[in-house]
């Protein structure tokens, strides 16, 4: 959006994904019994561009919210995406070996342990969120653990999982893709900026700019996933790349071809743009940068 | 406890459980997309004692709590404890068919679906700690969440159903078989009572006293279980008899014999009785049946 944007943005998401990292580690336990401790970091710990956390700490940052709030948030997220993963990797979801360059958990630690470290945690996600020292007020405890809750369960993330599996091989059109995405990674996408926002107190017409922000950036990112799929290949991605294809899943590619679904990315960051232009918000340029970060990603 | 109490304790019993049905249908939802809604009504719906939901109710009415929180937060246990039947009768975990005499959820809607419909049931009881509408005050909107998340992840029961995978075949002593049922259903129990205290505003030596409660009733109901393992049929259990043993894994049968097993449930429930008495409660005879009911059970 801006000349200048690159260097500091890439400064910024440095420093802020070093402390995701910090953080990461400090919440996941390694403690917990019987190798479950060590299943849930690998899952988590050493990977991820942290595009959701990063989403959480930049919201926060234009609202001027809380920031110890907005790192627990960033955190919750990236577990609730983190427990994803490893669910859908399991040979009854997606059967996939790769994820970041390494095995799977399921297959490096089994998988009724990928099973249980992802259930541990989705629960860690949540308690997160309500630290027990007084360090959080208790409405916002009680509203980030709802934005959570709404964004992962049968009307977000998993219920999109649901859809996405009963679609194989069936011919969406545009709005039924869209709104399976919109559960599938758009949910969660959202909810990370919708999160961010909920650390600070912004007024409504802000609040509901951010809202529409975070849904066409939670699209896009989907849309430029399924042009990844087709043009990166699996040592890029660092997972097995053309899968999609590979299970006659419906995609935006498959629907409007290679070109007309790089146009649409365009489009729908354009109104990404568009949305933070309307928030009436003074500090927008690291969101701007987070969206055009989404549309340039190669991996 | 009382002559009087077996008719009294039923009549309340038989109100609460049509009462938290008709809760969970309430809150379980039927249009979530793709057959996931089928899958978590399946799960939830019509079986099961309700126990966990019945100690969150009582424990409510013994403090003077509210009534809409509690019914929120007994529905939220159910439904932790429901997913993690989901996840545990999969194939990779106990590979069972069979769960309150009908077939399991992956054999009746598949492994995926399975899979999701238990992550979709756990966001879904967070969820319902934390209504939107203003209804229950945030400060135990927050509280209940973390009891609920402390309960169900890897300090509780995820982390012992991960210890309980691991002891296959291993000889564990008392303490090591205690701290591990202390964490996969006893966790749940325990939070189940201090859920319902958090729905009012107990002393600490109350809530100390219940929380020991939750402990030893957590306690017994697994040495309970352990017998029934051994002495019922799978017609009376629902699910499947003798398990266990056949997977080789400790119990307090193989540990301490049928006998020495029943007379430590007789002593684990004595001390839950003992710390009721201790509460100071002026209202305690239904949670003291609950004790006798956990005691009792044939199934």
Request: net charge negative; proline share 4%.
């Amino acid at each position: 959006m801006n000349a200048a944007m690159p260097d500091t943005f890439a400064a910024w998401r440095s420093a802020r994904q070093a402390e995701i990292e910090q953080a990461l580690s400090r919440f996941v336990p390694d403690q917990a019994p019987a190798g479950l401790g060590e299943a849930m970091r690998y899952a988590v710990l050493d990977g991820g561009k942290r595009l959701r956390p990063l989403l959480v700490l930049a919201t926060c940052e234009s609202v001027g919210g809380l920031r110890e709030a907005a790192m627990r948030a960033a955190c919750a997220a990236e577990l609730i995406h983190a427990y994803s993963l490893v669910h859908d990797d399991m040979p009854c979801m997606d059967d996939d070996v790769l994820r970041r360059g390494k095995p799977t958990v399921h297959v490096k630690f089994g998988e009724a342990q990928a099973l249980l470290a992802g259930d541990a945690l989705q629960a860690l996600a949540f308690e997160l969120l309500v630290p027990g020292d007084g360090s959080l007020p208790d409405a916002m405890s009680a509203r980030l653990c709802r934005l959570l809750a709404l964004a992962a369960g049968a009307d977000g993330m998993a219920g999109g999982q649901a859809v996405d599996l009963a679609s194989v091989g069936v011919a969406l059109d545009q709005p039924a893709l869209e709104a399976m995405h919109r559960r599938k990674t758009g949910a969660l996408l959202q909810a990370s900026v919708t999160l961010g926002a909920a650390t600070g107190a912004p007024a409504s017409a802000t609040l509901a700019a951010l809202t529409d922000y975070g849904a066409h950036l939670g699209l896009a990112f989907q849309v430029v996933d399924d042009i990844l799929d087709v043009t990166a290949d699996s040592a890029t991605l660092g997972k097995t790349a053309g899968k999609d294809a590979a299970a006659d899943k419906p995609t935006f590619v498959s629907l409007m071809g290679l070109t007309g679904a790089q146009a649409y990315a365009d489009d729908v960051l354009a109104r990404a743009h568009d949305a933070l232009r309307r928030s009436g918000l003074a500090e927008t340029a690291t969101l701007h940068a987070l969206a055009d970060w989404v549309g340039q990603r190669r991996s």
